[in-house]
T-cell receptor
Framework: EAGVTQFPSHSVIEKGQTVTLRCDPISGHDNLYWYRRVMGKEIKFLLHFVKESKQDESGMPNNRFLAERTGGTYSTLKVQPAELEDSGVYFC????????????FGNGTRLTVT | AQSVTQLGSHVSVSEGALVLLRCNYSSSVPPYLFWYVQYPNQGLQLLLKYTTGATLVKGINGFEAEFKKSETSFHLTKPSAHMSDAAEYFCAVSALSGGYQKVTFGTGTKLQVIP
């Protein structure tokens, strides 16, 4: 089966610009998660979709971040306008959603805001 | 609420030596525990998981971990380190939150293997 794919793999933008990250989960996985890791710190939860619905977005830093999952398939995470502190690696993961199911991760998008 | 603590952000071992990466968790419900490994420029890959049953869990690449409820620990070990084990390792706990799976990660431990 195809794994979780994310693109772009790297993005370098200037402060104030907009960036959109995309994640394609494993087919059939209803649960999709976004995480972020900033410079060697913990992998921090951003939000969780169940199909097209946002189940938990408690980790979203502020309203400059907008996530969507239209049709319950792929998801996008838009940052607008980007700030310096948004730099980091954004990971997407998908899962069938059972409590004992491991998350399947994409390779991440490394975002650098200059 | 759940949390994971990984002691030691960096661990160095000699090739052939024992690898021990520490993980302690906090969970209000019986936890499901995972170890993931991340190689440079790649995503996280599952090493092993504990759900129920046997407390000693074997994973890929010769790694294993033991769930100790009394110590709230899930330390990762490998008897003999190989150069290819150099990577970053993450401990994670999964629990139900609002009826759905929520996974919380530790801060990671970077393993260096010295030839």
């Amino acid at each position: 089966e195809a794994g979780v794919t994310q693109f772009p793999s790297h993005s370098v933008i200037e402060k104030g610009q907009t960036v959109t990250l995309r994640c394609d989960p494993i087919s059939g996985h209803d649960n999709l998660y976004w995480y972020r890791r900033v410079m060697g710190k913990e992998i921090k939860f951003l939000l969780h979709f169940v199909k097209e619905s946002k189940q938990d977005e408690s980790g979203m830093p502020n309203n400059r971040f907008l996530a969507e999952r239209t049709g319950g398939t792929y998801s996008t995470l838009k940052v607008q306008p980007a700030e310096l502190e948004d730099s980091g690696v954004y990971f997407c993961a998908s899962s069938p959603g059972l409590i004992n199911s491991p998350l399947h991760f994409g390779n991440g998008t490394r975002l650098t805001v200059t | 609420a759940q949390s994971v603590t990984q002691l030691g952000s960096h661990v160095s071992v000699s090739e052939g030596a024992l690898v021990l990466l520490r993980c302690n968790y906090s969970s209000s419900v019986p936890p499901y525990l995972f170890w993931y490994v991340q190689y440079p420029n790649q995503g996280l890959q599952l090493l092993l998981k504990y759900t129920t049953g046997a407390t000693l869990v074997k994973g890929i690449n010769g790694f294993e971990a033991e769930f100790k409820k009394s110590e709230t620990s899930f330390h990762l070990t490998k008897p003999s380190a190989h150069m290819s084990d150099a990577a970053e390792y993450f401990c994670a706990v999964s629990a139900l939150s609002g009826g759905y799976q929520k996974v919380t990660f530790g801060t990671g431990t970077k393993l260096q293997v010295i030839p």
